[in-house]
């Protein structure tokens, strides 16, 4: 009896020990920056560096111990090197881990009202409200992630502006339609600042906060 409970202690340890890896890889605020990153759609190192501000070695490095944890995947085609995510579950693990962050740390909280205080006016519609204008059909929807991400996957109706585009497309839009901004959930800022942007023009527009993996939830528990 006393070699099964010192075989079951041995295989209980093991079982942590393994996972412990996810959580060593995770320690890391820019490893989570890169998975964040990766949730949008495949991206290449050079992509990765542009999006992350690092250096090539870093990016290399970070992919590296997130490779070592069967977190990530890589391709080759010709002379880049294509990460994604190992596995889409990894993306319900990030929202989650969000979600438990948002819930148990006053700090994110804080972060966020200090960054959209200043943003008068900037209003942040709940899911609800989003589905309700979309299917009114009277306003525009726009997806401000990069080109590639929006290729990947995006909400349906959706138009592709890419935040670096956006005051050219203002330009053409009809100063009576209402504009919905969204881009890659809670950690990007762009839907605030586009919709600030688009207020201070004379537009009526609003900003949505989530993804499009929280708006696919949304929308599976609607249906």
């Known amino acids: 009896m006393e070699e099964l409970f010192s075989s079951g202690k041995d295989y209980k ?18 490893r989570l920056e890169i998975l964040n990153l990766l949730s949008q759609g495949s991206k290449t190192v050079e992509k990765l560096v542009q999006d992350t501000g690092m250096n090539v070695a870093n990016v290399s490095r970070h992919l590296q111990v997130l490779n070592d944890s069967k977190l990530v ?15 889409p579950s990894i993306t319900d693990f990030l929202f989650s881990l969000w979600r ?3 819930n148990q ?6 972060i966020k009202e200090d960054f959209l205080g200043p943003l008068e ?10 589905y309700e204008k979309l299917n009114k059909d009277d306003v525009t929807l726009i997806d401000l992630r990069p080109t590639e991400e929006f290729e990947a996957g995006h909400i349906e109706g959706a138009v592709s502006v ?17 504009v919905i901004a969204y881009c890659r959930g809670e950690f990007c800022a762009f839907s605030a600042i586009a919709a600030q942007k688009m207020k201070e023009q004379g537009f009526k527009a609003y900003r949505m906060a989530q993804s499009l993996y929280e708006w696919q939830k949304y929308l599976e528990q609607k249906h």
């Open 13 to 30: 340890d093991e079982l942590y020990k393994q996972l412990s890896r996810i959580g060593k890889c995770l320690s890391s605020d820019k």
């Open 73 to 87: 995947k890589f391709t080759k085609k010709g002379k880049y090197v294509i990460y994604s995510l190992a596995d």
């Open 100 to 102: 438990i962050g948002e």
């Open 105 to 110: 740390l006053s700090d994110i909280t804080r």
């Open 121 to 130: 006016g900037v209003y942040t519609l709940t899911m609800d409200e989003v």
């Open 162 to 178: 890419p935040i670096e585009e956006l005051d050219v497309y203002l330009h053409e839009l009809p100063r009576d339609k209402e």
